[in-house]
């Protein structure tokens, strides 16, 4: 006789042995006799947890072609999984159309990273979500399919019949062989009754189906709105009074690829958005200027407080008509600006025009054709600035005099005999306001010795609790700067003799260290100047 798993075994005879009873009950998993509601409020969660941006791009560029990671817990896994754990999850999820409405398409993931199976899985999603809005995040980069197994193709013959569910919808695909969409005759995005938020990238270097046409005459629900792509704006009379933000061809999410060189909307594509969009609030746009609208009728944006403007390379003809396209514009509302390329001379009439009161401001100076200089003329409209960056741009003295804030310390030290260039702004203080000043990769262009001295002049007349200052300004920041004499196309042509930036810099440093008595922290490394006070 012997013994096996509990019994008694006698030749081929087993002897069963009753197990005794047990006094507790066998565990059972709080998830099991969890009611539906709540099962249903856990799984919604746990596919929330790593939803990330919705929508990349709005200040979230990076995400693009970012996969999402292959977890039990991630918004592509959980209708699948939590519906193979046991009957009772799998009647839930099966039957819970809002947990199939999300939709994540990325190459890497499993579910639907070989076209096969995108094909049959987004079925079962569309089918499953019933009529449920959809959310939508597809980035589809793989072209190494034969023609008729394109991703984007598959992709879009399974969900753009379903357009009139689209919610949060997010599209972003390198493939140049854009397909024609199956349900229409040509390429057109419109019939978008549900849509809050709208994400597209595609590219423009292959021509066969572009442009591709976006029709919002029926998003009056629409809020967010991104494009990089050859895209063209249907003209429509429907106001999109729910509009808070717009992103068009801002900095591509792939630098690295080509074809996106033209993806920038024309001048006629941003008019007509913005006379159907009063409620913007912020507004991103970098553009080409051909095709300009018409109609030269004021385009009033009352709530627009952030504008970031960049004009694309195009010679003289595209800065004129981007400046007859700033002309237009109204913004009472405006608070932070940030502007690209030759634009700064269109500028200073939106200021005028819109009376705003500006609190920060970003000037780029950097173009194809190199660097172009600040204008001074407007810093006069911005009484209530707080922030001041400048990047690769020319800077001129008249601009550093402009800077140069009156009053006590001003009228004893700064004659008009020693500064010419502040004849005449005694009583006109520019940006008196501000409180942090960048100067990144600047070039200050001028007799270097005088440039020195009205930079040290603009300093000291302006860090708080100086002696003789009336300035509010806390943090000042010059960065790999570079002084230069007047008339030279590049720093190869700069003389020997000049004097170094380290010891221009020095000059500067100097003055302050003599006048500014009360700043507590200054740090100088290479030709890089950073003085910061934190007196308050």
């Excluded at 003799?497 to 302050?512: M, N």
Aim: hydrophobic letters at 35%; one cysteine or more; aromatic letters at 8%.
């Amino acid at each position: 006789m012997s013994t096996l798993f509990g019994h008694t075994w006698d030749d081929e005879t087993c002897y069963l042995h009753t197990l005794p009873p047990e006094s507790d009950p066998p565990f059972q998993s709080p998830a099991q006799i969890l009611s539906p509601d709540i099962l249903l409020q856990i799984f919604e969660w746990a596919q929330s947890a790593d939803a990330g941006p919705d929508h990349p791009g709005f200040s979230e560029s990076e995400y693009f072609g970012t996969p999402t990671e292959r977890t039990i817990f991630s918004r592509v896994a959980v209708p699948w999984n939590v519906s193979q754990v046991c009957r009772a999850w799998r009647v839930v999820a099966v039957e819970s159309a809002k947990l199939w409405s999300i939709i994540v398409v990325h190459d890497g993931t499993s579910a639907f990273g070989k076209p096969s199976k995108m094909r049959d899985n987004l079925k079962w999603y569309l089918e499953r979500s019933r009529r449920a809005p959809l959310t939508i995040s597809a980035k589809i980069f793989d072209r190494n399919t034969p023609k008729d197994m394109f991703p984007l193709r598959i992709f879009f013959q399974r969900v753009f019949s379903e357009r009139s569910r689209w919610k949060r919808v997010s599209i972003s695909s390198r493939d140049a062989y854009f397909p024609k969409f199956p349900s229409t005759s040509s390429n057109c995005f419109d019939n978008f009754p549900k849509l809050e938020e709208l994400a597209l990238v595609f590219p423009a270097g292959h021509r066969e189906n572009s442009p591709i046409s976006l029709n919002f005459s029926t998003c009056k629900k629409l809020q967010k709105l991104y494009l990089l792509g050859d895209f063209r704006i249907a003209q429509s009379d429907t106001a999109m009074e729910h509009l808070k933000q717009v992103e068009l061809g801002s900095e591509s999410p792939f630098p690295f690829l080509g074809h996106y060189m033209d993806s920038f909307p024309s001048l006629l594509d941003c008019e007509t958005l913005l006379r159907v969009a009063p409620s913007l609030t912020s507004l991103t746009i970098e553009i080409r200027g051909d095709d300009m609208d018409k109609d030269n009728s004021v385009i009033y944006l009352p709530y627009l407080e952030s504008f970031r403007f960049q004009i694309t390379s195009g010679g003289s003809e595209v800065v004129q008509r981007t400046h007859l396209f700033v002309d237009k514009l109204v913004t009472p509302a405006l608070k932070n600006l940030h502007i690209k390329g030759d634009i700064e001379p269109a500028i200073e009439g939106l200021l005028r025009r819109s009376n705003c009161s500006l609190l920060s401001l970003t000037i780029d100076g950097e173009t194809e054709e190199g660097r172009t200089a600040v204008v001074e003329g407007w810093l006069q409209y911005m009484k209530t600035l707080r922030t001041l960056k400048v990047e690769f741009a020319v800077i001129r003295s008249r601009v550093l005099a402009k800077l140069v804030l009156s009053g006590r310390g001003r009228d004893k030290r700064f004659r008009d005999a020693e500064y010419p260039e502040l004849k005449g702004l005694r009583e006109r203080d520019s940006c008196p306001a501000l409180e942090t000043m960048e100067l990144e990769s600047c070039r200050f262009e001028g007799d270097i010795e005088r440039m020195a001295k009205l930079t040290n002049a603009m300093i000291r007349s302006r860090i708080r609790n100086a002696d003789g200052s009336r300035g509010a300004m806390e943090s000042l920041e010059l960065r790999n700067c570079s002084f230069i004499p007047p008339g030279l196309d590049t720093d190869d042509d700069l003389p020997e003799e000049r004097p170094s930036d380290t010891e221009v810099l020095k000059l500067v440093r100097d003055g302050i260290d003599n006048e500014c008595t009360n700043a507590t922290t200054r740090r100088y490394h290479g030709i890089s100047l950073e003085v910061r006070n934190q007196v308050k």
